[in-house]
DNA sequence: CTTTTGTATTCTGTATGCAGCATTTTCTGT
DNA sequence: ACAGAAAATGCTGCATACAGAATACAAAAG
């Protein structure tokens, strides 16, 4: 079951205008989850031909979405060979590591100045549901709202550039955290310097959540740097 | 002259590989090079079957280089009504000088640490041919100069994610800084917040280095803000 | 047995053709 | 004369077709 149609047209019969996104749109979204979730090895070279016919679509939309993964750096082009999905080095994920940990940090001061006090209720209620699938001991799920909870306090920050600059390192180290299994005790870590952040800033403490975040990035790659 | 055939092979016959860009490749070049110099103002459409007889080419090289600067977020993809080259508020660009100044701090800590004496100096020798074109009143080299030594620092650092990150905004912002024409007074105090630059870099007072480049943008937004 | 060269196949890169959507123009009714 | 509808035009989105490059393989020479 691999076939992209199924996900061109919406499935309820809502209303509000019926979704037309582009193919190639869809295909960007399709072969970045197939990247993430492992589907497509690092050094695997994407066959245009094989990897069309799988997904029941024709080449030209397929290159227009390598195109756009290309320059997110998901893929690497090779002239007259075609892409292959990127491997990482162990230095360039302690490097996006870096970089994440300064955006963070950036977010953290800006979300503290100009957060709605809504919007921190939504972190923390998002917070909160992530601690719920950590005593079920929900990995899967866990990470997904630690991830959200993440892009969350970006989006307080109300700085587009800053979001997205965070979105694509985010989207290139999603396949390693993905992978990276945390023993229980480092988890237990993780789950309470979170708990820090959301007090941190529900008291719009900047110095505090700008400290927090920065720490939590640096034992994210304790957490990592065994699975590459 | 707007033919894009003569740029795809390389003008000496010198050793080495010969150059073999794909004319999707090129196209990224050229068109955000007409995006930056401004041959393409922002909200222009980006007509494919026009742009591609003016350029010499067909339409699916095009569309391929179109999804990769969509990417870039130079343009904006409209579905089913192409594409228009994006168009930045006041807000989008001091959102971007400031993630940018929180990325060149970065850069300057890791460039005082990473950096050869060989590189520092190349830094140097840009600095001071900069200087001689501040001089020389030659705006046009000195801007390209300008950006090619905080280009050069960010490579110090020795950090690709970071570079990576640098260049993209460096290059939405292009458009607005070439244009932001400043004064004499600004442009001196411009040039002496790069001399203090280089010498904190050559002594590799991270701390300096650190603070100079930041304050170097927020004065920037300074200088541009009237432009936007 | 190893190396090299010629050939065949496969895949990428580019062009073109066709269908559907958006927009504009024109026609018709009031 | 004006508003609304219908047709026509132009453009995007996708598929297919064709040409050239890269690789794999086989045969021949050392």
């Keep these: 079951m691999n076939e992209i149609t199924s996900l061109e047209r919406r499935p309820d019969g809502g209303p509000g205008p019926i ?4 193919l190639h749109d869809t295909l960007v979204s399709h072969l970045r989850d197939m990247i993430i979730e492992g589907d497509l090895l690092p050094g695997t070279r994407l066959h245009e031909g094989q990897l069309g016919e799988q997904l029941g679509v024709s080449r030209t939309p397929l290159r227009e979405a390598i195109k ?5 750096g998901l893929v690497e082009l090779v002239p007259s060979r075609g892409a292959v999905v990127k491997r990482f080095s162990a ?3 302690h490097d996006m590591l870096t970089v994440l940990q300064t955006l963070e940090e950036l977010a953290g ?3 503290c100045e100009a957060a709605s006090d809504a919007g921190i209720a939504e972190v923390r209620a998002l917070h909160d549901e992530m601690v719920q699938r950590y005593k079920a001991g929900d990995r899967l799920q866990y990470y997904k709202l630690n991830q959200q909870i993440h892009s969350a306090i970006v ?10 600059m965070h979105a694509v390192l985010q989207t290139r180290l999603k396949r390693i955290r993905f992978i990276g299994h945390e023993g229980p ?3 237990a870590a993780a789950v309470s310097e979170h708990e820090e952040m959301v007090v941190a800033l ?3 403490n900047k110095a505090k959540l700008s400290e927090v975040l920065g720490r939590h990035l640096m034992n994210a790659w304790e957490r ?3 699975a590459v």
Tied chains: 1, 2.
Excluded at 68 to 72: G, I, K
Excluded at 155 to 164: E, H, P, T
Aim: aromatic residues 6%.
């Design 19 to 22: 979704r037309r996104t582009a």
């Design 68 to 72: 756009y993964l290309a320059s997110e």
């Design 91 to 93: 230095k360039d994920v």
């Design 109 to 111: 001061k800006l979300a």
């Design 155 to 164: 989006q307080l920050a109300a700085n587009a550039a800053l979001a997205d």
């Design 185 to 187: 005790e480092k988890w």
């Design 202 to 204: 529900e008291a719009r």
């Design 224 to 226: 990592v740097r065994d």
